[in-house]
């Protein structure tokens, strides 16, 4: 039932199997979707195609059917579902989706129920947080959204000082930068804006201090959040929760339901919790 797709999405491309912005890709054209078809989903490898194999694995899929392709170099998986080659995508948080959305005329991508968090982390090969010294420099990441929360990180940790709160219902993140938002900054701490799949290899760069890196890519790299991280997130109203994203059109179709339901089930929370012994999180 659960069919692991790793030919990258360029190959897929090349071979003509994505149908972009034809009527017979499921979500691209102007009928309805066909519910007997697997439901088609680009995710990145770790934790979400192991959270949507594990599902199948369980059952919980019933008797939906399911194609994974696992997220491979320089794609944007968002434009894929947009254009309707694809019909889901299992990668990104809220404030990353709603960014994209805005910055893509037509966009009408809607995320469902939060799944789990892949909390941030701050990591060092170099120091601890009582050993930060003057004129650090911080490998942050390079998107905004993520760049707004890697900064509220560093000021749980104590290191910087911000005039905004991360709670604040009206906050946009992607507006969140050091140049204007940091009020104290004792260590004369400076950036470096890296693309998030990179941050994991600056621990190495001997001109970078500390880096925040993404759960899945700390997960990736082989370190354990849980237990490296000298500050991590808590999953307590998060905002950062991973998501099932969908075309707005497909968010009712019966596949995405079940697959959504699968994901924020008792059974699969319980496996989260089991198996990444807190370097993933079931949302709260």
């Not at 030919?7 to 007997?36: H, I, R, S, Y």
């Not at 998986?77 to 893509?104: C, I, M």
């Not at 370190?223 to 075309?247: F, H, I, M, Q, R």
């Amino acid at each position: 039932m659960f069919r692991r797709v790793t030919t990258t999405v360029a190959t897929l491309v090349a071979a003509g199997l994505l149908l972009t912005g034809c009527g017979a890709a499921q979500g691209g054209g102007p009928g309805a979707p066909d519910a007997t078809q697997p439901l088609r989903i680009i995710a990145d490898v770790t934790p979400h195609a192991v959270l949507l194999e594990e599902a199948e694995r369980q059952g919980l899929l019933g008797d939906v059917k399911i194609d994974v392709t696992e997220i491979s170099g320089d794609i944007d998986p968002n434009q894929l579902v947009n254009a309707g080659d694809l019909d889901a995508n299992f990668f990104q948080h809220v404030p990353y989706l709603n960014d994209w959305n805005a910055k893509h005329e037509g966009a009408d991508l809607v995320a469902l129920a939060p799944v789990h968090v892949e909390p941030l982390g701050l990591y060092s090969e170099k120091v601890t947080l009582d050993t930060v010294p003057d004129g650090a420099v911080i490998a942050i990441p390079a998107d905004a959204t993520n760049q707004a929360r890697a900064l509220f990180l560093i000021a749980d940790a104590g290191l910087i000082t911000l005039d905004v709160k991360a709670d604040d219902p009206g906050l946009d993140y992607s507006q969140i930068t050091p140049e204007t938002n940091v009020t104290s900054n004792p260590k004369n701490i400076s950036w470096l804006k890296i693309d998030r799949p990179q941050l994991a290899a600056t621990l190495k760069d001997p001109k970078v201090t500390l880096s925040i890196i993404n759960g899945n890519y700390a997960l990736e790299a082989g370190l354990t959040p849980a237990t490296d991280a000298l500050k991590l997130e808590s999953a307590e109203n998060n905002p950062y929760a991973n998501v099932l994203v969908v075309k707005e059109a497909l968010k009712d179709d019966p596949r995405v339901v079940k697959v959504n339901e699968a994901l924020t089930s008792p059974e699969l929370q319980k496996f989260i919790e089991d198996s990444f012994k807190g370097s993933v999180l079931p949302a709260k």
